[in-house]
């Protein structure tokens, strides 16, 4: 089946929103106490029943998409564009953002140059935005690595947090091209992880475990388990990636699948779930999304509908879904969604444990 660039975009993008809210619910809840609460069900959307609401994973991947429409293939000046939209984000007061994008951030507001602001963490941030990168680059090897590497630079600067962009920008250049095997991944990643930047041995070690282990076809949950990862995939991108890519190794087409497989893994889960969900969205395109779940995603500013206008906006270099939103309203809704986040807190109190 032939997937059209516009479809790859939007899939990518509407895959990572839907990872992101399904798996909003469970994020920081060790594996088995996340199979207990929710009883043996299949994914949904837990936070808000019926409702789709997504986190800083699809917010962070929607400006990205935006600033490389604007920025108009000039590296620098999307990551002035990207770091402006990131800068007004960060004001608007989202729940749960990571302490170094957090930090990065406002260092913008305190007059630090984009791309001298980033802290230096390997947290998930950088690969929030990479996966889009990857699809929008998908014929231009050398810029997909380079737009990624800008954009992490505006939170993380890290080595492995920059390899860790390019790997999943990478990732989701395969998929475009339908191509998820062990021989096409380990070619595509490893002169980004090669190097001897502090940690980069270890990345390249955990990676080469997960592409044998996905190649062997163990479940995405058996790998994570070897790695004694009991309390789930935490917010280190090293071994974000590592699980991320696994389980969409082991489920390229099947996004449903795909997001159960990282989710019963566990920790992060919004953040994993939101790169596999892009991954596997790059290769089945908008339609391969399950429409019962696009449905429910209906959150404000960023619903389908809206992520929808953006692909097209993104694949066709047009103005259509480039507007930033209305500040005073993503306030509001940052501080409504705040009260749900604690109310969930709260239940976590709550058995079963
Ligand atoms: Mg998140």
């Not at 939103?325 to 009260?339: C, G, Q, T």
Request: overall charge positive.
């Amino acid at each position: 089946m032939h997937i059209d660039r516009k479809s790859a975009l939007a899939g990518c993008l509407l895959g990572g929103a839907l990872g992101d809210a399904l798996g909003l619910a469970w994020e920081g809840i060790a594996p088995r106490r996340q199979a207990r609460m929710r009883g043996g069900g299949g994914l949904r959307f837990a936070l808000w029943p019926g409702l789709g609401l997504v986190s800083d994973d699809t917010e962070h991947a929607a400006l990205t998409a935006q600033a490389l429409v604007l920025s108009e293939g000039d590296v620098g000046r999307f990551q002035r564009v990207l770091a402006a939209r990131l800068r007004l984000w960060i004001a608007a007061l989202p729940p749960g953002v990571g302490l170094a994008t957090g930090r990065a951030l406002w260092k913008l507001w305190l007059g630090f140059p984009p791309g001298r602001n980033g802290v230096r963490s390997a947290g998930n941030g950088p690969a929030m935005r990479a996966a889009v990168i990857g699809v929008y680059f998908a014929d231009d090897r050398e810029r997909l690595l380079a737009y990624a590497e800008a954009s992490a630079h505006l939170t993380h600067t890290d080595p492995r947090a920059i390899a860790g962009a390019q790997v999943v920008a990478l990732c989701a250049m395969l998929a475009t091209q339908h191509k998820a095997d062990v021989g096409s991944v380990t070619a595509a990643i490893e002169p980004t992880l090669a190097g001897d930047a502090p940690g980069m041995a270890d990345f390249r070690q955990l990676m080469a475990a997960a592409l044998k282990s996905a190649g062997h076809g163990e479940t995405t949950a058996a790998f994570c388990a070897a790695q004694s990862w009991h309390k789930g995939v935490q917010g280190y991108i090293v071994h974000t990636v590592a699980a991320s890519v696994h389980a969409w190794l082991r489920h390229p087409r099947d996004l449903a699948t795909a997001l159960s497989a990282i989710v019963d893994c566990g920790g992060d889960t919004d953040s994993t779930a939101a790169i596999v969900g892009g991954l596997v969205g790059a290769w089945v395109g908008r339609e391969g999304i399950p429409a019962k779940w696009l449905a429910g995603l209906r959150d404000w500013p960023w619903s389908a509908k809206r992520l929808n206008r953006l692909a097209s906006g993104l694949a066709e270099g047009r103005g259509q879904g480039m507007s930033f939103p209305f500040w005073p309203l993503a306030l509001l809704r940052n501080l409504l969604m705040l009260l749900l986040v604690l109310c969930h807190g709260l239940r976590r109190l709550l058995p079963p444990y």
